[in-house]
């Protein structure tokens, strides 16, 4: 038979006052001062790790007033209570992730089909570790209750339905003990039962004190019944409640399930609120009604959703806030490095390059290496240039058209990173990152930067340590998991003085501030609720005595009424403030905490109806205003432009002084695939390689000239993106072989015709109005008999194009052009939109003063419809207007004519629509050109 | 308790559904039934809030007022209930919320899901993948099927062939736009209908055989046979042109191609197809009839077949090509983003649907129904006694399948105990786009009907508690007229529209108001004509609510900012807005991230800079994209995008002076950087793709002129109620996109990109399936116009533009001729004399509402106050925490060391070690007083320590009183900070009094101190904080800090050094 330990011996502060002056005055019993008051063979059970803080707090603010100071009491938290006294032999938390994951990885296909009846994924590793880390939060959650996997079937009863399944779970649990045995280790939750059965964890104590712990876990009471001291467990609450409360101090749930909870002026004190936003809004504005909010208000928050918005609120109120949980690592600086090298070291992609080249800290490494030459602003552009023009796919593709200092360095990192094995080749990547860099730590970003340094560390150490044991898991899958395990970490972060502590539900009993906000008093936040568990439903947690949703609510209506009454009880002043929302911030609706309905049943429909009425609307939207007009930068009109720039002029005015003035251009940072320009270039490459080949010029069998079309645009791809080409550059260089092909075809018939090249990329520069303007002109044909000239311009637009359709546009009823773009074509009047083949006319007029004819070599994605499309009926009266046109173009130009904007231009196909919000002209404050016009 | 019969309720729209509902659910408690047993599903979680909320008010009502009880104890058929009763079922519900099953499908089956995810292939929780991370997924898989290093996979060979098939003859320069378009569009088609054979499959197409694929005979012999017999007749010349044009262009022509000149001659024979086939075919050419003989039939019949067989043949291939592409990338997919557990809620839907072979949920005959509850129960702490269904008509065949199984446990229940119950409304079916099938309802009734006779009843509701008698008059009008409507859509859509209508009727027949039809010729004359009737009625001024209802989002948005600006309404668009984008505000801030990030965007530096973000840039000395881009990306990644957006807003907003709209996007803009924060990312291009979505609701607000899409306004009811947007194409239009052909189970039988209209109408089997999707799409829109019609409870304003001469069955021409609407007449609503063709009602029924004063609206919670005078102010100190902090500049690259961290393992072992040291005695080795079992560096620096003559001193025990702190914390208050610190060993000693004469506080580093240089600066890096533990030392022994000594203990030199006094 087992020995018979004592009973716990009960304590009640009443709840009329706040708890903790109260508790460290019944702490130091009869202390008077004079020496340190000593509490350093006590052991001190509180709810949570901040409400120790709290407590320690309270005791050196008690000795203070008498003039002494505290050795403390050791004050832990359950969770820390019950791995006291724990074997040295305890499995770290990694190892035992690694154990679980070499018994999942090692399982067979159809194995322990109870427990995965879908099967096993067979050696997946990813599958393994995330299955380890929920197999380890279950055995988490049955160590709370003392038990392991093993242990449920035969607890829960002969009459359950999952034994095989738990049979199985058993099963996996040896597995695991055995690997974990075989390297000395034995697993942490078993260790922690054990210790709570030898009763370790008070051992070098001289009196265990349980204080205000409404809710301990089982696992800690069974510690302390294990052992033979006797406890004193402290309970805020009169002694007139001594019935509501077990002999642990815990609410009793069957009684707490139907008590009144008394909360005076009730309408008064619950507000309803439309949403997230409007329970911080309100939280905020009775903190900031305090001048000095610190001490004497105290902010609660049950819904995570509100805790950021009401920061962010406070924030911009001035007011100092606090988040005592502390940030995790992942949301730091140091974190987002770490990932962008762990990605670098799995794969070179000039993806990764790009996101490590974002990387503040790695911007400054390589300052510090390349000294003041180094530009960031430089190499980020230099970046960006390589994926617009060679879509790289990795490193050694970009280095190939760019020789850069930079890209030579990212290579050495990654191979720093690839030298030796992980944990140390992460080690020895970050020494050279960071070798150049002093931190003072006085400094905040510094010290945000030495603590991430130092947690990393810690991680680090721990996967070295863990990788003696289990190496198996290949150089990603350390980095993966170090960065995760890094990630979760959270980042302590001290108060500063004066600033509000954003708190949770928990720690509340804890807090004495007389004026107390608590958000967020919705169902499923107070109490929380579990629901659905995968592994243990509801009604097992009740059959193996873990926690159950009953003992939840128990224990969070016993924090409702004391809360409510250490303020409002009288003895001393204060108030609370509960705030519950209608909805969550995406428009889900919530309902109000239960704790709200425990009323007397005669009140309960009025309560009701309170409680679930409709919140107040929120003010009415403001109309759309607009917040300012762009204010151009006022430019001197070019002197010089190309010939397709012009077309650019007529279809906007506005835009081309954007485009071609300002020279405004954007980055696509996700380019994947060639754009049309690319596209075009690509093709005009091999084109122009034909015109240029004498025997080309001359072949007329389709087959040679596709061939060459052909070899001259691999050479010309390979030159640009290299061997590799990712996938939709093949099918896009499939796109343009295909095309090219029904080239060959056309040029053979032409040429056959007696068509003959004459000249490629034939450049000039021409001056109209004050305005130079220079082009190419893609190719001259000489007909052989004849001697008839023809100009062309190739196009790979999508649909064949015809060029007098493409040069002159439909006149719209309401609008004034100026008369010189205006042309009378047949009986419809016409407006010229692009003025390119007039142009080369022009241009090349005193070289062929004959009869010259012009047009497209169209190369659509039909490739039935390839083949030239000559403009047939170009007047000597067309082109005497075209030029007119020009000239009215180029004076406008040279004017500094550009405005209005065109107010018709398809938004999906404007490059700036960005800048236009209902109207392009609207959104301009235009005040013109800069004038003076340079030469 | 009594049994319940099952029940179908086809609910009129205003007939009460939610009553019906709720009705139902105090019913079930009534005769006994446990709040958690009853399962009641909706479609969005916001019904699911309000039906629970009408529940308890029906309870609470019924508990607090004799009269109500009584009323609603008759209603269920339960007389003898009182207050008391309800009052305890009241208690019963609210006690029970946490537990109650009233929810969405969609949450339902996640819910499954979540309980099963090791027999459903998971791994354990799933994440829900919301908009922007689904497209970034979607950017991740191409990104990772495009990846190439080496040579090309075979998979990524096939997907190109697969491709160049799905694209045909058209070849695509812009992979990712098509590819992108290819998910839009086809994504959810292959999902279900995974299989290569339900695509592009003629087999299945044409199970009989199509005629475009059976001519025997080569072309060319037709071609010359039927030119030859041709130039032997009699011809027009314009016949000989026709014909001539046509053999010129044939053998151009290749499938894929515009018809161009084959279109005419093509056409004619399609028209004469039969007789063609059939060999005695008589063709119109240029107007003129030619009667064809047998053997030009057949030639004739060749060439057409030709074209038409190719033109088939092409979209088969491309069919086939799309869903190659699909399942490449879905293959892809699958593995790297479902296995990882993330899933759309279509993923967790189809997880469990019967052709999954889901968790033995839903495998019917294979599997103990009981038992397979049993575990459904268990796993989700419920059982379910009764289902509730709300909106049946809009559940989906697949979703249907999914509860199939475990309601038919339910109709099979003799014993009454369990129950079924759904209500719906076929006529509002308008999301067939997301599978509703309104064909369900009926399905299922014959089902159960024909399972168990007598099973379920259906029952009626056509009274509606919410329009008033004119407004049900025209309803009544336009949708009972079934004969105009057989005329307008013959087949199927008013067949089935007029089985299920019955003629409304008005609950309220008091209800005073009025219904019109008005008209308007263009868009903008009726926005002013919704303007006008708006301004005269003055329903918010008369506390009336009331609703715009358009067909898009898109007009939404302009059309309240229409009444906004014009009208000086405040009038709020219910549909998302892109908050971030749609005003200079948020551009100009997305600009500037996009300038520091990729500083080459010239667009976006000099858009900032036509900005007053100009002036801001300027003051902060931000010359040179080099300044912003270290700046701004470094703000980012140091806090986050929230932040980073809120510092420039700091900068920026006090310069402007706001506007209250400009205010407002500038919080917006922030709370949706903070969003996207919480995916973690600190990418600029992936910040700026999501803000470029970012949507939010405006917020619905008291007082407002609601303008939304009739979709949103399902469920709703408003006193006025205005449609300005009914024009448009036939209602006939069917969806763009592949053909879906699904059997009798809604198992998808073929997909076909279909061909152009000319080829599907010749052939029976593609027009027969375009008939149905037509009759579909014609009974949605019905649908839709029937919800449109049954908002309003007063006042409602149709305003369209006349039905014109065109014969397509559009909406006005609908509502003309069901109104028999043939005369324009002056329509007079209030005051103002509109245009229109059909009124009924008081045209003066609003002024029964008295114009009152603006109520203020929302109370500011700043203007009371809210703080609590006279409080005492809790003490709060700031902490202070001594710490080990070298103060001044740092080796970064040492922080990084593992050895550090090795070097804090030995001090930790060390310090642990001298904390077993009490006095140790003179340094003979035997008298040190310790026993240290292990051996190491630590224990042997340890000792080497208690042997140092140096140090006796730190160990000896002094003469006469003394004592030993060892590894002693303290908490202490001092200068008003809370300070909590640990001696190392504090050595105190007392004179024969007792008093503390004199304290020595040693404090031992461990770490590698080896020349004196290094001792000098150990010594000022720790003098702060050992001063600090002077004062503490002072105070705790009561003694004084000049009492107290203070010496670090430098263990590699085995001495100490004395810390002066400061
Ligand atoms: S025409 Fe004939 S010979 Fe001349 S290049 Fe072409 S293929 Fe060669």
């Known amino acids: 038979m087992a020995r018979v330990m004592p009973s716990p011996r009960r304590h009640f502060l009443p709840w009329d006052r706040p708890l903790l002056p109260q508790a460290a005055a019944w702490l130091a019993g009869g202390w008077e001062g004079g020496a340190p008051l000593d509490l350093s063979r006590t052991l001190v059970l509180v709810p949570t790790r901040q409400s120790g803080r709290r407590f320690r707090e309270a005791l050196a603010e008690y000795a203070a007033a008498r003039g002494q100071a505290a050795f403390p009491p050791r004050v832990v938290a359950p969770n820390t209570l019950v791995a006291l006294g724990v074997a040295e032999d305890t499995a770290p938390a990694l190892e035992s992730l690694l154990a679980w994951a070499d018994v999942l990885r090692g399982l067979e296909r159809g194995e322990l089909g109870d427990v995965f009846p879908a099967g096993v994924p067979e050696g997946d590793v990813t599958w393994a570790l995330q299955m380890a880390q929920q197999l380890l939060r279950l055995q988490a959650a049955l160590a709370e209750g003392g038990l392991r996997l093993g242990d449920v079937a035969a607890r829960a009863g002969a009459d359950f339905a999952e034994q095989m399944r738990w049979a199985g779970l058993a099963e996996l649990e040896a597995r695991y003990d055995a690997v974990l045995a075989a390297h000395g280790l034995r697993d942490a939750q078993a260790a922690k039962i054990t210790a709570a059965q030898a009763g370790a964890a008070t051992a070098e104590f001289d009196r265990v004190v349980v204080l205000g712990t409404p809710d301990p876990l089982p696992l800690a009471i069974a510690a302390l019944a294990a052992q033979e001291k006797v406890v004193d467990v402290v309970i805020f609450a009169p002694e007139s409640e001594s019935g509501s409360f077990d002999e642990w101090g815990r609410p009793v749930a069957e009684l707490w399930a139907r008590r009144e909870i008394a909360l005076g002026a009730f309408e008064d004190r619950v507000k309803l609120c439309a949403d997230p936003a409007a329970q911080a809004g309100r939280a905020a504005a009775v903190a900031r009604s305090y001048a000095v909010p610190d001490g004497l208000v105290a902010l609660g928050v049950a819904d995570p959703e509100v805790a950021p918005l009401l920061h962010g609120e406070l924030a911009r109120a001035g007011v100092a806030v606090f988040n005592p949980e502390g940030q995790p690592q992942r949301g730091e600086q140091l974190w987002h490095l770490l990932s962008a090298l762990a990605a670098l070291a799995r794969e070179a992609s000039f993806a990764h390059v790009e996101a490590l080249a974002r990387c503040p800290d790695f911007l400054h490494w390589l300052r510090a290496r390349i000294g003041a030459g180094f530009s960031p602003a430089k190499f980020l552009k230099q970046l960006d240039d390589l994926r617009a023009d060679h879509l790289p796919a990795d490193l050694a593709e970009a280095q190939r058209h760019a020789d850069s200092r930079e890209l030579a360095l990212v290579g050495e990192l990654r191979r720093l990173l690839r030298t030796g094995e992980f944990p140390h080749n992460a080690v020895a990547a970050l020494a050279e990152i960071f070798a150049a860099r002093k931190l003072d730590l006085m400094r905040d970003a510094d010290a945000r930067l030495g603590e991430s340094a130092r947690a990393w560390t810690e991680v680090l150490h721990a996967c070295a340590a863990a990788k003696e044991r289990f190496p198996a898991l290949g150089e990603a899958g350390w980095w993966d998991l170090a960065l995760q395990l890094f990630g979760d970490t959270a980042r302590a972060v001290e108060k500063p003085p004066g600033a509000l502590e954003l708190q949770g539900w928990l720690e509340l009993l804890y807090e004495d501030a007389p004026h107390l906000v608590v958000a967020g008093l919705n169902d499923g936040r107070v109490p929380d609720a579990v629901t659905g568990d995968a592994f243990l439903p509801e009604s097992l947690r009740v059959r193996l005595g873990l926690k159950t949703n009953a003992a939840r609510f128990a224990r969070d209506a016993y924090l409702l009424q004391a809360m409510a009454a250490c303020r409002e009880g009288g003895a001393v002043a204060g108030r609370i403030d509960l705030l519950y929302g209608k909805t969550t911030a995406d428009g889900d609706p919530l309902r109000p905490s239960r704790l709200l309905l425990q009323c007397a049943d005669a009140a309960l429909p009025a309560r009701v109806a309170f409680l679930f009425r409709e919140p107040e609307l929120a003010a009415e939207t403001p109309a759309w205003t607009r917040a300012w007009q762009l204010a151009p930068r006022r430019a001197e009109p070019p002197a010089k432009v190309s010939v397709t720039s012009l077309k650019g002029w007529l279809a906007c005015p506005f835009r081309f002084y954007l485009r071609t003035v300002l020279k405004m251009e954007s980055v696509d940072p996700a380019k994947s695939e060639l754009d049309a320009m690319d596209f075009g270039t690509l093709c005009h490459a091999a084109l122009e390689a034909m015109g240029r080949d004498e025997a080309m010029r001359d072949c007329t069998d389709a087959a040679t000239l596709r061939e060459f079309l052909l070899a001259k645009l691999d050479r010309a791809v390979r030159r640009r993106f290299g061997d590799n080409l990712a996938l939709p550059l093949l099918i896009q260089v499939a796109s343009a072989r295909q095309r090219l092909g029904q080239v060959a075809e056309v040029q053979a018939r032409e040429r056959a015709a007696g068509w003959v090249i004459e000249q490629v990329e034939q450049g000039f520069e021409t001056e109209i109005a004050g305005l130079v303007i220079r082009g190419k002109i893609d190719r001259v044909d000489r007909h052989r008999e004849t001697g008839a000239i023809r100009l062309l311009d190739y196009k790979t637009s999508d649909t064949a194009i015809a060029p007098q359709a493409a040069h002159l546009r439909p006149v719209r009823g309401d609008e004034t052009p100026p008369p010189w773009v205006l042309v009378e074509l047949g009986d419809k009047l016409r407006a010229w939109a692009d003025l390119q083949l007039p142009l080369y006319r022009h241009a090349l007029a005193a070289q062929f003063p004959g009869e010259v004819t012009c047009g497209y070599f169209n190369l659509p994605k039909a490739v039935g419809d390839t083949g030239l499309a000559l403009w047939e009926d170009y007047t000597r009266d067309l082109h005497a207007s075209a030029m007119a046109a020009t000239e009215g173009v180029c004076a406008a130009i040279r004017a500094g004519e550009f405005w209005p904007p065109n107010p018709h231009i398809d938004e999906r196909l404007d490059e700036f629509a960005e800048l236009f919000h209902r109207g392009a002209a609207e959104s301009i404050a235009w005040a013109g050109a800069a004038k003076g016009g340079g030469a | 308790m009594k049994p319940l019969r099952h029940e179908m309720i086809l609910a009129s729209a ?1049």
């Open chain 2, 14 to 1062: 205003g007939s009460g559904k939610t009553f019906a509902l709720t009705d139902r659910f105090v019913a079930l408690l009534a005769g006994g039934a446990k709040p958690e047993r009853i399962m009641a599903l909706t479609f969005t979680r916001k019904a699911a809030g309000e039906f629970f909320d009408e529940i308890l008010k029906k309870i609470a009502g019924a508990a607090s007022n004799p009269a109500q009880a009584a009323a609603l104890a008759e209603r269920i058929d339960a007389p003898q209930l009182g207050c008391a009763d309800f009052l305890a079922m009241l208690r019963a519900v609210t006690g029970a919320m946490h537990r109650l099953r009233l929810g969405t499908l969609d949450g339902f089956f996640a819910q499954v899901v979540r309980s099963f995810p090791l027999e459903l292939g998971l791994t354990g929780d799933f994440e829900v993948l919301q908009e922007h991370a689904a497209r970034v997924e979607r950017q991740r898989v191409l990104q990772r099927m495009f990846a190439r290093t080496g040579g090309l996979a075979p998979a990524q060979q096939e997907f190109i062939e697969a491709f160049k098939r799905a694209t045909f003859g058209r070849e695509e320069k812009r992979l990712g736009a098509q590819l992108d378009g290819f998910l839009d569009d086809f994504q959810e088609t292959f999902l279900a209908a995974p299989l290569r054979e339900q695509w592009g499959n003629p087999a299945r197409i044409w199970p009989d055989g199509s005629p475009w694929f059976e001519h025997e005979g080569k072309l060319s012999d037709a071609i010359a046979e039927l030119q030859a017999a041709l130039a032997l007749r009699e011809l027009t010349d314009g016949q000989r042109g026709r014909w001539a044009t046509f053999f010129a262009a044939l053998p151009t022509w290749a499938p894929g191609m515009e018809l161009g000149d084959l279109e005419y001659m093509l056409k004619n024979a399609l028209a004469v197809w039969p007789a063609l086939e059939a060999g005695d075919a008589v063709l119109t050419v240029d107007r003129k009839k030619i009667a064809l003989e047998p053997g030009e039939c057949a030639a004739l019949a060749r060439i057409v077949a030709e074209i038409v067989g190719g033109e088939m043949q092409r979209r088969l291939e491309t069919t086939r090509g799309i869903h190659a592409v699909l399942r490449s990338y879905d293959e892809v997919y699958h593995a790297t983003v479902r296995r990882a557990g993330k899933l759309t809620f279509s993923d967790v839907q189809r997880l469990l649907m019967p052709a999954a072979g889901g968790p033995r949920l839903a495998q019917g005959d294979a599997f103990d129904d009981e038992a397979q509850r049993l575990q459904i129960d268990y796993r989700l702490d419920a059982e379910t006694d009764h289902w509730l269904l709300d909106e049946f008509q809009d559940t989906s065949f697949g979703q249907w399948s999914i509860l199939r199984n475990l309601i038919d446990e339910v109709v099979q229940d003799t014993e009454g105990r369990r129950s079924f119950f759904c209500v719906g409304d076929v006529k509002q079916a308008v999301f067939a786009w997301r599978e509703g099938d309104p064909q369900l309802f009926q399905e299922i009734y014959r089902h159960y009907n024909a399972m168990v006779p007598g099973a379920i009843e259906q029952r009626p509701l056509v009274d509606s508690w919410r329009s008033g008698p004119p407004l049900i008059e025209m309803v009544n009008a336009v949708f009972g007229a079934d004969e105009v409507l057989a005329e307008l859509f013959p087949g199927s859509a008013s067949a089935l529209w007029n089985s299920v209508w019955r003629a409304h009727t008005s609950a309220v027949p008091k209800r005073n108001g009025q219904a019109a039809l008005l008209h308007a010729e263009t868009e903008e004359e009726r926005w002013a004509a919704t303007l006008r009737i708006l301004q005269e009625l003055k329903p918010l001024e008369r506390g009336l609510t009331c609703a715009v209802l358009v067909r898009k989002n898109a007009t939404a948005t302009a059309l309240a900012d229409y009444l906004r600006h014009y009208g000086h309404l405040p009038a709020v668009a219910e549909s998302d807005l892109h908050v971030c984008t749609d005003n200079p505000l948020g551009a100009a801030l997305l600009a500037l991230m996009r300038a520091a990030a990729q500083p080459g965007d010239t667009l976006a530096w000099e858009h900032v800079h036509m900005t007053p973000l100009a002036a801001v840039l300027a003051a902060e000395n931000i010359l040179y994209p080099e300044n912003l881009t270290e700046r701004v990306l470094g703000q980012i990644h140091a806090d986050g995008f929230e932040r980073t957006v809120e510092a420039w807003l700091a900068l920026l907003l006090p310069r402007l002076q706001p506007d209250a709209f400009t205010q407002v996007r500038a919080r917006q803009f922030a709370a949706a950087a903070g969003l996207f924060d919480a995916t973690g990312s600190r990418d600029v291009a992936e910040f700026v793709a999501f803000m470029a979505t970012h949507r939010v609701r405006d917020a619905e607000s008291a007082a407002v002129v609601r303008v939304m899409t009739v979709h949103k306004s399902k469920g709703l009811g408003f006193d006025v109620v205005v449609l300005p947007d009914w024009e448009g194409q036939t209602l006939e239009s069917r969806r763009d996109g592949l053909a879906v052909a699904k059997n009798e189970e809604r198992e998808v039988e073929w997909v076909l990109d279909l061909p152009p209209t000319l080829f599907r109408s010749a052939d029976p089997v593609l027009s027969a399936h375009v008939a149905e999707e037509k009759a579909d799409a014609c009974y949605e829109n019905l649908s839709l116009l029937y919800v449109a019609m049954t908002r309003a409870k007063r006042g409602m304003y149709l305003i369209t533009k006349p039905p014109g001469k065109s014969a397509s069955a559009n909406f006005p021409r609908v509502l003309h001729a069901t109104l028999e609407a043939d005369e324009a007449m002056p329509v007079r609503v209030g005051q103002l004399e509109l245009e229109g063709v059909w009124s009924a009602g008081d045209p003066d029924w609003h002024l029964a509402h008295p114009l009152h004063e603006a109520e203020p609206t929302h109370s500011e919670p700043a203007a009371e106050s809210l703080a609590v005078a006279g409080l005492v102010q809790a003490p709060r100190r700031p902490a202070r925490r001594p710490s080990d902090e070298h103060a001044g500049e740092l080796a970064a690259a040492k922080l990084f060391a593992l050895e550090g961290r090795g070097a804090a393992d030995f001090g930790t072992a060390v310090h642990a070690l001298f904390e077993e040291v009490e006095w140790a005695g003179p340094a003979d080795g035997a008298g040190l007083g310790v026993k240290w079992a292990e051996s190491g560096p630590a224990t042997a620096e340890a000792l080497a320590c208690l042997r140092a003559p140096e140090l006796a001193a730190v160990w000896a025990r002094p003469a006469g009183a003394a004592e030993v702190w060892r590894e002693r914390a303290f908490e202490i208050v001092l200068d008003g900070a809370w300070l909590t610190g640990v001696f190392d060993r504090v050595v105190v000693e007392r004179d024969a009094a007792g008093r503390v004469v004199r304290a020595t506080i040693w404090d031992f580093k461990t770490d590698r101190v080896e020349t004196e240089a290094d001792v000098a600066a150990a010594v000022a890096r720790h003098s702060g904080q050992l001063n600090l533990y002077r004062r503490v030392a002072g105070v705790l022994t009561g003694a004084g800090e000049g009492a107290v000594d203070c010496a670090l203990v430098l263990t590699r030199l085995r001495r100490p050094a004395v810390i002066p006094r400061n």
